[in-house]
T-cell receptor, first 116, second 113 residues
Framework: NAGVMQNPRHLVRRRGQEARLRCSPM?????VYWYRQLPEEGLKFMVY????????ESGMPKERFSAEFPKEGPSILRIQQVVRGDSAAYFC??????????????FGNGTRLTVT | AQSVSQHNHHVILSEAASLELGCNYS??????LFWYVQYPGQHLQLLLK??????LVKGIKGFEAEFIKSKFSFNLRKPSVQWSDTAEYFC???????????FGAGTTVTVRA
């Protein structure tokens, strides 16, 4: 029973390039959350998606960041024209969706993005 | 907005020592409380959670945490640590009707054999 799968584990991009981070939720989970951890800080909520729907993107930067969770395939977090400040660990979590507030999240290993 | 404060950034212990990690949150309403652990190279795993009931919560691997509502605290404890407890520990909170978790900055625990 595979857990939440994120890839790549490490991603290095030069300033101005695009970064694509992938997340496959646990089997049977239809809700995906993305969190970002900047150095020396806790994880911060970015976006919450269900299949084909963005439910809450209140934590996403207004520009350059987008997320999707298509009907088929993994959820994608896309960062266009990356800057050094985007360097962070990006974690994906999933839940079955029932009783959202009271269901513990299952996290992936994270993707560590380094912008040079 | 909620905030979560973890008191220690890095804790170094010897095996068999007792561990206590502090966590305080700021939120006036009803909350759910969590401790997550991330072992080196692995994903975040749930250690224990508090939703309601007995404020002393038992988790996996011998960990426990106590919710003290008057102090807005949810400290994590383990009476006798092992080398395998070396990891990063995160306290997290969400309000009862909100799915968004607020995390503390994490505490790195290093247990020396």
């Amino acid at each position: 029973n595979a857990g939440v799968m994120q890839n790549p584990r490490h991603l290095v991009r030069r300033r101005g390039q695009e970064a694509r981070l992938r997340c496959s939720p646990m089997k049977g989970h239809s809700h995906v959350y993305w969190y970002r951890q900047l150095p020396e800080e806790g994880l911060k909520f970015m976006v919450y998606l269900q299949k084909e729907n963005i439910i809450d993107e209140s934590g996403m930067p207004k520009e350059r960041f987008s997320a999707e969770f298509p009907k088929e395939g993994p959820s994608i977090l896309r960062i266009q024209q990356v800057v050094r400040g985007d360097s962070a660990a990006y974690f994906c979590a999933s839940s079955p969706g029932r009783d959202r507030a009271n269901s513990p999240l299952h996290f992936g290993n994270g993707t560590r993005l380094t912008v040079t | 907005a909620q905030s979560v404060s973890q008191h220690n950034h890095h804790v170094i212990l010897s095996e068999a020592a007792s561990l206590e990690l502090g966590c305080n949150y700021s939120y006036g309403g009803t909350v759910n409380l969590f401790w997550y652990v991330q072992y080196p190279g692995q994903h975040l795993q749930l250690l224990l959670k508090y939703f309601s009931g007995d404020p002393l919560v038992k988790g996996i691997k011998g960990f426990e945490a106590e919710f003290i509502k008057s102090k807005f605290s949810f400290n994590l404890r383990k009476p006798s640590v092992q080398w395998s407890d070396t990891a990063e520990y995160f306290c997290a909170v969400n309000s009862r009707n909100d799915y968004k978790l607020s995390f503390g900055a994490g505490t790195t625990v290093t247990v020396r054999a």
